[in-house]
């Protein structure tokens, strides 16, 4: 078990959801994007449309950041690791289901294979 996979940003954590939103709209984002996906999750019920409109825009599917990992990966494993509502989980992973194709989600769980915590919602 790794704990958190994504770190959490202290000073992100501190924004209030108004600050999050607009420097989260800002061009480039301060702190950068991938940063403030944890934060949303733990927020997920406040920022469930927006996060989930995030993870199943094309243009975070397709964009990587690092290796295989893409946008919308971290946004997963952000939902993963901070929501604490299940209900949202389950809701995800019908949402990546029905908008990633096969091999990024094959390749997404091969990423998240050792992290059972996670696992589960895709059995």
């Known amino acids: 078990m790794m704990g958190h996979i994504l770190p959490l940003n202290p000073t992100i954590e501190k924004m209030s959801d108004t600050e999050l939103e607009k420097n989260f709209a800002k061009k480039p984002v301060i702190f950068g994007k991938q940063n403030y996906y944890p934060v949303f999750a733990k927020r997920m019920d406040k920022f469930k449309d927006f ?39 389950t809701e995800m992973v019908i949402l990546i289901k ?11 769980l091969k990423y998240i294979k050792n992290e059972e915590k996670f696992v589960k919602y895709f059995k």
């Open 98 to 108: 029905q908008n990633w194709d096969d091999a990024n989600f094959k390749n997404f």
């Open 51 to 89: 996060l989930f409109s995030e993870l199943i825009d094309s243009n975070n599917i397709d964009d990587f950041v690092m290796g295989n990992v893409t946008t919308s990966w971290l946004i997963a494993i952000a939902i993963l690791g901070y929501a604490d509502n299940d209900f949202y989980k």
